[in-house]
């Protein structure tokens, strides 16, 4: 963390935790949803249709992010992003998120402050109206934000992985593979003589490809999508985190269907789309003739090859993100 | 993790984390409130009176807890039993949790199974009919357990810390300085030479005084209490898992009130039963003349003194826990 400390600037354990959360929660809004803020032992949140859902995640420092790339900003932004993508793959409004956050004492508030401003603008420009209800704040060596984000059904039934049928319309939402271009890009370039990440080059990546680092670091996926994809009526809908392929093949799997891919609707490189994880996209399927809602793409349809991902009717190898396949044990 | 690792028995990388998935999801029960529960991007909960009551927390190996002390089905267990204090402490019936797990690759996957059979042992014994509707597997060079949890007001307003009036009975329920007893004798006596956590010394220290080290390391804190009290018509509650001094003049503080203590009601070691931390007992305020429901016990009552407790009528100085303040740093 020194990297980012400065002559001056307190860190969490100068300060201490109450001094801390006062600094930090001024910045967060709790939103439409809730009924009880943070203060004390428990939010409370509104949950009309009497039901609510739920999905949590944690982010790491070191396989998930380095300091020495993604801003303090960038990382509330993303942990937010990602949690509300699960929360729009049911066909839910996100309505709330509670976040754990566990830091070194030596870590300057100022990076918890950078947080909390990324995950309130993340909030603001993908899920209006949603707010931060709760938290936690600990010590750790490893930075890690445990995010928990809730959403509204309004009546609806949720969007499962299983509802594919063979005739469906095969539509997706988001970009394809620019997350994983990003994260190649700064591997490649954004790293020093012996592999570190390093900052300076990092920026450098950034001023050349702003569009591919900004997918990684600070992704934008369609979350309002979800809730247009089930009004239009989406038979199937998964979030798109560990790459075409191995989301795709989850739908087919939950589904007993076959997801058969039109290649020239997907660009060029069709091995970054489909292997490329980290996109936050949305996948879904729509019964036949749907006038699919933007901005999905129809990007193929439903055949009876249960559990196969094709593209143009041939078969494809089930390629992805494993948590603990790709990572050197490195932080940076 | 080197000292739980035993020949033959697989690592989290090893298996990798669908197989991982496979062996932890089948010891947990998603439990009576999950409409839907693990296997798509989110789960879907019950909340049958429009709301649900939320918390968050991050257990975290160095600080919160240490391998050499701690068997995993006591880190599941303590992981669920603290969360649900917090809702318990709202006057709510918890209903669900959700667990984010962020485990080293070298990590053997029966760790990983037995804080599943903690979490699912602790919700049995603690909330029957709550489960674990989802969750989240992560890499990280740290051992880290985030809970969030979930109750269920069944119509009532919450507690809160603010409602103590001048003149209510204060309550107590739970252990009062057991917990941090069983810390200090495991920092006396289950270290080795140079101060590391020891495991062998540690079960010495578990023969010995094995309800002290249980308050510790698996408590198990009144949450049934929790509702008991909102139906005796409790006019403020806390979890009290910072010292009773400093989780006291929390209410005092929020209520605008002062609790004093009856010295004689609180056993021999006042110091220990103030500044202990971690008991997770309950301390709640009923309207003058309530009949307070077991196993809370009357310690005190509410009097004209903003913001301050004492005991017998005079001020102490509220002393507690702050994450940062104890840690060395080390693991163990």
Partial sequence: MERVARRGEPTIAELGET????????????????????GD????????????????????????????????????????ATNLTDVAAMGARPTALVVALAAPPSTPVAVLEGIA?????GLA???????????????????TIAVTAFGDLDDRAPVLRSGARVGDVLAHAGARGDAARGLALLFAEGTDASGQPDPDR???????????????????????????????GATAMIDVSDGLARDARRIA?????????????????????FAGAEDHGLLATF????????????????VPAPGEVLVDGRGIDAEGWDPYEGWDGRSG
């Fill in 19 to 38: 001094a801390v959360l006062g600094r930090i929660l001024p910045r967060l809004h709790a939103g439409d949803a809730a009924l009880l803020g943070a």
């Fill in 41 to 80: 032992d428990a939010a409370v949140v509104a949950a009309a249709d009497g039901r609510f859902v739920v999905t949590t995640d944690l982010l790491v420092h070191g396989p998930d992010f380095r300091l020495a790339w993604s801003t303090p900003f960038e990382l509330g932004w993303k942990a937010a």
């Fill in 117 to 121: 401003d990324g995950l309130r603008e």
């Fill in 125 to 143: 420009a993908l899920a209006p109206g949603a707010g931060v209800v709760g938290g936690d704040l600990s010590a750790s060596t490893v930075l």
């Fill in 202 to 232: 990092a920026a450098e990546v950034r001023a050349r490809h702003p569009e591919l680092v900004r997918a990684q670091l600070a992704p934008q996926p369609p979350v309002a999508a979800g809730v247009a994809a089930a009004l239009a």
């Fill in 253 to 273: 799997e939950a589904s007993g269907v076959g997801l058969d891919f039109d290649g020239a609707a997907l660009g060029a490189d069709l091995r970054v789309a």
């Fill in 287 to 302: 019964p036949p003739g749907t006038d699919v809602p933007a901005p999905f793409d129809v990007v193929g349809r439903v």
